[in-house]
T-cell receptor
Framework: EADIYQTPRYLVIGTGKKITLECSQTMGHDKMYWYQQDPGMELHLIHYSYGVNSTEKGDLSSESTVSRIRTEHFPLTLESARPSHTSQYLC?????????????FGPGTRLTVL | GENVEQHPSTLSVQEGDSAVIKCTYSDSASNYFPWYKQELGKGPQLIIDIRSNVGEKKDQRIAVTLNKTAKHFSLHITETQPEDSAVYFCAATPLSGTSYGKLTFGQGTILTVHP
């Protein structure tokens, strides 16, 4: 079992609310990622971090923001949620060394914006 | 950037049969190809991976083949069991350069194994 956690698991909120999705890992991994998973299943990278104080946008444009102040913590924030943000959000981490590229995924947060 | 196409989108087999899922990729710089299994309510989990210096890799009932010239790779599951039912994703990434470690996923395949 991978030691990567996401809270909350489910969130239903109204339009315009500010939300933060939490992601923590206890494996000491330098690399962390956020993916958005469509109802049709496809996974899209929206943010990634290669270490503390390093964040980059992924391939899919997202209105969310991330921060990486501690190695183990990689929260994602939406300043003003909209129905178009309704989706499953998956956090992942990896050691990132050449010999070990496995990404470990958390269980996901299913967000519904009304 | 990389583009990964995965087929079929759904696959239904009888227990004991084999299942094959195929993926193609576009970026010749990609050289690491993992396969993930996602069960209901869980995040994806790595089941097998292959690097470009290897043409085939096997782990018990699961095998992956890679054809770098044709830019395609496949997952083979033999002697399928009901617990193999899940969504399977292929992915690709280069292990160097600015895109190092950034996985591009295929669209996913829903595998159903009927008892």
């Amino acid at each position: 079992e991978a030691d990567i956690y996401q809270t909350p698991r489910y969130l239903v909120i109204g339009t315009g609310k500010k939300i933060t999705l939490e992601c923590s890992q206890t494996m000491g991994h330098d690399k962390m990622y956020w993916y958005q998973q469509d109802p049709g299943m496809e996974l899209h990278l929206i943010h990634y971090s290669y270490g503390v104080n390093s964040t980059e946008k992924g391939d899919l444009s997202s209105e969310s923001t991330v921060s990486r102040i501690r190695t183990e913590h990689f929260p994602l924030t939406l300043e003003s949620a909209r129905p178009s943000h309704t989706s499953q959000y998956l956090c992942a981490s990896s050691e990132g060394r050449l010999a070990d590229n496995e990404q470990f995924f958390g269980p996901g947060t299913r967000l519904t914006v009304l | 950037g990389e583009n990964v196409e995965q087929h079929p989108s759904t696959l239904s087999v009888q227990e004991g049969d084999s299942a094959v899922i195929k993926c193609t990729y576009s970026d010749s710089a990609s050289n690491y190809f993992p396969w993930y299994k996602q069960e209901l309510g869980k995040g994806p989990q790595l089941i097998i991976d292959i690097r470009s210096n290897v043409g085939e890799k096997k782990d018990q009932r699961i095998a992956v083949t890679l054809n770098k010239t044709a830019k395609h790779f496949s997952l083979h599951i033999t002697e399928t069991q009901p617990e193999d039912s899940a969504v399977y994703f292929c992915a690709a990434t280069p292990l160097s350069g600015t895109s190092y470690g950034k996985l591009t996923f295929g669209q996913g395949t829903i595998l159903t194994v009927h008892p």
